[in-house]
């Protein structure tokens, strides 16, 4: 197996707006509402240590509210980040099943043109920029098979005696040789 270069790997970096619009809102409302509760939390502990030492007369030195305070928020920063790794965890495998989703429905569409089988494959749905281009091509080969197959059906058996005949067959070997210049299925 020859190894590839740096310089013969592809330098694009593939983007899906939507998708991603979706995961970044997804993720600032969780952020929002994880630093709201964030702060319900604290308020609700000092609120708690401050109704418990209100009316207190004498203190010792073995209640340390400051102590309570770190220990409470303490468990809503672990909190905090629980959640945070769990949302990454989701957003990862919500990408990861979007992109199999797109590889799916390309390697059904490859593994039928790998066949000669360039007719619309059942289940493949136009959801990405990548799928649109290749069902496309996916139309444009097939338009192109056919075409030579009216071509190649249409040359005689024997090579032609008049310049007609030799016209018509020379109209139909370049419609043999076309490789694509046309459009892509449009």
Partial sequence: MIPISADDRRRTFYVDHIMQKWLLVALVVLECTLT????????????????????????????????????DGAKILIGTGIVNLTAIIIADRIWAWYVKSIVRSLDKVMLAAQRLDLTAQ????????????????????????????????????????????????????????DRGAHPLGE
């Fill in 36 to 71: 709201a509760l964030a702060i319900w939390g604290l308020y609700a502990s000092l609120n708690e240590i401050i109704e418990r030492n209100t009316y207190r007369i004498h203190f010792s030195p073995d209640d340390n509210m400051l102590r309570d305070f770190f220990i």
């Fill in 122 to 177: 059942r289940g493949v749905k136009r959801t990405h920029v990548v799928l649109d281009r290749v069902l496309r091509w996916q139309r444009a080969e097939g338009l192109r098979l056919r075409r030579i197959r009216h071509s190649v059906r249409h040359l005689p058996d024997t090579l032609p005696e008049t310049p007609e005949e030799r016209a018509a067959v020379l109209s139909h070997l370049r419609m043999v040789r």
